[in-house]
């Protein structure tokens, strides 16, 4: 069995209320194993024999069926998610930047990578990497200056966004969880 981590769109936010309580329940009737969660935003650790596209799929058609409103779902292996954390794509971070990661289905095309990180201005900067955009923002995230649905549209597929301090919580997490 692989250890992945979803990053799930859409959970305890715009009204759509979930405990993690039943986050956890869901994937484990789902079928994966070891599941736990971190935060209320909808971070899942699990394990499980499905590829990560397959797990995207099924898992979100089944949230969305069994929670009542769209979840969209991005599967990263255990090792990806530590690739991502240890990733430093900013020369430069000022006092006070936030660092942001939105996870992707895949790498975009070279028009929607230009696209995306023409977006970066004075207050936010963005670049891609591979299936991950990169987002540092002076300030918190209620700082910027990008509106998350014009990022989509520039990049062309839907994505969601985490603090990049919980993505690097995350990987301790599957640390300590593995030994």
Not at 48 to 55: D, F, G, N
Not at 72 to 90: G, I, K, L, N, Y
Request: aromatic content about 8%; hydrophobic content about 45%.
């Amino acid at each position: 069995m692989a250890r992945y981590v979803a990053f799930l769109g859409s959970i305890n936010v715009g009204g759509h209320r979930v405990t993690m309580d039943r986050l956890r329940a869901e994937c484990e009737a789902f079928g994966l194993r070891n599941v736990s969660t971190f935060i209320a935003s909808g971070n899942v650790i699990f394990e499980s024999v499905a590829r990560p596209a397959t797990l995207e799929r099924d898992l979100a058609a089944t949230l969305s069926d069994r929670l009542g409103f769209p979840v969209t779902v991005f599967v990263r292996t255990a090792a990806a998610v530590v690739a991502v954390a240890a990733r430093e794509p900013f020369d430069e971070m000022a006092g006070g930047d936030r660092q942001y990661v939105g996870f992707l289905r895949e790498a975009p095309s070279a028009l929607a990578v230009t696209a995306t990180q023409a977006l970066s201005n004075a207050q936010d900067t963005l670049t891609i990497v591979g299936s991950e955009v990169h987002w540092r923002i002076h300030g918190g995230f209620a700082d910027s200056s990008i509106k998350t649905a014009i990022m989509a549209r520039a990049i062309g597929q839907p994505f969601t966004v985490r603090n990049m301090t919980s993505v690097r919580k995350l990987v301790v997490m599957l640390h300590d969880a593995t030994g």
